[in-house]
T-cell receptor
Framework: KAGVTQTPRYLIKTRGQQVTLSCSPISGHRSVSWYQQTPGQGLQFLFE???????NKGNFPGRFSGRQFSNSRSEMNVSTLELGDSALYLC???????????FGPGTRLLVL | SQQGEEDPQALSIQEGENATMNCSYK?????LQWYRQNSGRGLVHLILIRSNEREKHSGRLRVTLDTSKKSSSLLITASRAADTASYFCATVDYGQNFVFGPGTRLSVLP
């Protein structure tokens, strides 16, 4: 099976812009989770989607949003980018949220 | 605050030695998982141990779980240079919340 893919791999934006990141889970996986990883805060949970419904949400402002499509592909959007949003954004898929998560390579976002 | 807290934050050992990392957590869990991350890349799942299990093995990995002490340990035996990475524990509670600790940076010197 193909692994989790994320696009784009690298992204440079300026403050105030918005960005959309994409994640394609492993075939058959219906749960997709997103994480933000920074040197200062570590790995922080953003949200989890299952069958097109957001089931869990982390402690992030409303500028961070996501969605999941009927084919389980997921997107996350960050509006009005801030310098502090510079991070590695990781997507993970699993059969069920509590079970083993399979991570993509991540999208590295730099906000200037 | 973080659910899982790894200890030590960094560990440096020689090839062939064993590496032990610990993880402590605060609340009841459904399972605990260990992941490895090589320099700025995606995480790779290593092992999952459920709350009713005490020990699991996978190749050179041995994980223990003590729910009374709310702690887990990951032992890597006969370490290799390729084991150099950051190791994270993740606790999963019954609300399906997945929380990662800050990680342990392991350096295996040839």
């Amino acid at each position: 099976k193909a692994g989790v893919t994320q696009t784009p791999r690298y992204l440079i934006k300026t403050r105030g812009q918005q960005v959309t990141l994409s994640c394609s889970p492993i075939s058959g996986h219906r749960s997709v989770s997103w994480y933000q990883q920074t040197p200062g805060q570590g790995l922080q949970f953003l949200f989890e989607y299952f069958s097109e419904t957001q089931r869990n949400k982390g402690n992030f402002p409303g500028r961070f949003s996501g969605r999941q499509f009927s084919n389980s592909r997921s997107e996350m959007n960050v509006s009005t980018l801030e310098l502090g949003d510079s991070a590695l954004y990781l997507c993970a898929s699993s059969l069920e949220a509590r079970e083993t998560q399979y991570f993509g390579p991540g999208t590295r976002l730099l906000v200037l | 605050s973080q659910q899982g807290e790894e200890d030590p934050q960094a560990l440096s050992i020689q090839e062939g030695e064993n590496a032990t990392m610990n993880c402590s957590y605060k609340t009841s869990i459904n399972n605990l998982q260990w992941y490895r991350q090589n320099s700025g890349r995606g995480l790779v799942h290593l092992i999952l141990i459920r709350s009713n299990e005490r020990e699991k093995h996978s190749g050179r990995l041995r994980v223990t779980l003590d729910t009374s002490k709310k702690s887990s340990s990951l032992l890597i035996t006969a370490s290799r240079a390729a084991d150099t990475a950051s190791y994270f524990c993740a606790t999963v509670d019954y609300g399906q919340n997945f929380v990662f600790g800050p990680g342990t940076r392991l350096s295996v010197l040839p």
